[in-house]
């Protein structure tokens, strides 16, 4: 599992907003991701909005309209689960590619919590239900907060 030695993030995020933005495939582990993201808001103080898109891919947009209306920071949430075709391959580059120019861009946080699995099994491990190993929704949340409040230290 990729958690082992990952930090433990406390964060004080009083005063700042942040954009929770979460594809729809995969409903249960989409709501598991959410349900982390918005624990982790919750528990750091800041105020957030969830915004829904239709999947993985649409994220780097969106995340881009919220960087220019001067988000403190975002958290995009995605599931893409290894098939047949190269569509996995495309798919994981174009975001990932997509939300680092984001960041880069306009200095805006942005948490990734997009799976990137072989299988269903390996997305419900990460996706902070109760039997999950790992909560990818809250750290990608307490990532990009953690971030906004370095970048405001600066």
Avoid at 7 to 14: G, L, N
């Amino acid at each position: 599992m990729s958690g082992a030695g990952a930090p433990a993030v406390e964060v004080d995020a009083r005063g700042l907003t942040v954009e929770i933005v979460a594809s729809q495939w995969h409903t249960e582990v989409m709501d598991g991701l959410v349900a982390g993201a918005v624990r982790a808001a919750e528990k750091a103080g800041a105020r957030y909005r969830v915004t829904r898109v239709p999947g993985a891919f649409e994220l780097p947009v969106v995340a881009e309209s919220l960087a220019r209306s001067g988000a403190d920071a975002i958290a995009c949430l995605g599931v893409v689960i290894r098939g047949g075709t190269p569509h996995f391959e495309y798919v994981c580059d174009a975001v990932t590619r997509g939300l680092t120019d984001v960041a880069r861009e306009h200095m805006t946080p942005v948490g990734f919590g997009i799976l990137t699995t072989d299988d269903d099994a390996q997305a419900l491990d990460r996706a902070g239900l109760p039997d999950s190993k790992e909560d990818k929704g809250a750290e990608a949340v307490e990532a990009a907060l953690a971030t906004a409040l370095v970048l405001r230290a600066l």
